[in-house]
């Protein structure tokens, strides 16, 4: 699955959904602020609505480090 990268700059960081511990099976990938989720809208318009908004951990890393990486 290809997720686009988000239109609003990074860094991008993956962040475990629960507040309360990173042993969670809920992740996403957050903008600079380190919270706000970017698999949803909050990161720019998305052109594939089936996209999830939250991923497996190991997923999320990756597609943090991806993005990171990517150039614009």
């Known amino acids: 699955m290809e997720i686009r990268k988000p239109t609003k700059p990074g860094p991008y960081i993956a962040r475990s959904a629960s507040d309360k511990t990173d042993d969670w099976p809920a992740w996403y990938v957050a903008g600079p602020d380190g919270i706000q989720n970017y698999l949803t809208d909050l990161g720019g318009w998305r052109e594939d ?6 991923v497996p951990k190991w997923f999320a890393v990756a597609l943090a480090e991806k993005w990171n990486g990517d150039a614009k």
């Open 49 to 54: 609505r089936t996209t999830p908004i939250l």
